[in-house]
């Protein structure tokens, strides 16, 4: 079964969501809105996390590009091949 990665817009208040544990938090460097990379995998690699921090920085940069809302949730792609 193959593990589900989510980043999760946090709210305005900054409290976590008490059932959650976030592995990684990103910072949209354009508006600040943060998002918490959840994964379901055990042990996630710290190489991987990397890789997925990347990935929502760069996703989070083509939504003020293409100019739209970022979404509350951002499904990631499966990075641990690439």
């Known amino acids: 079964m193959k593990a589900s990665i989510v980043a999760r817009r946090l709210r305005e208040s900054g409290d976590p969501v008490p059932s959650a544990n976030p592995m990684e938090t990103v910072v949209c460097g354009n508006c600040g809105q943060r998002f918490a990379i959840h994964n379901d ?10 890789k997925q921090v990347a990935w929502v920085q760069d996703h989070l940069v ?19 091949r690439v």
Not at 41 to 50: G, K
Not at 75 to 80: A, H, V
Request: net charge negative; charged share 30%.
């Open 41 to 50: 995998a055990s042990v996630p690699s710290a190489d991987l996390t990397e």
């Open 62 to 80: 083509w939504d003020h590009i293409q100019e739209r809302r970022h979404h509350r949730t951002i499904e990631l792609p499966d990075l641990s």
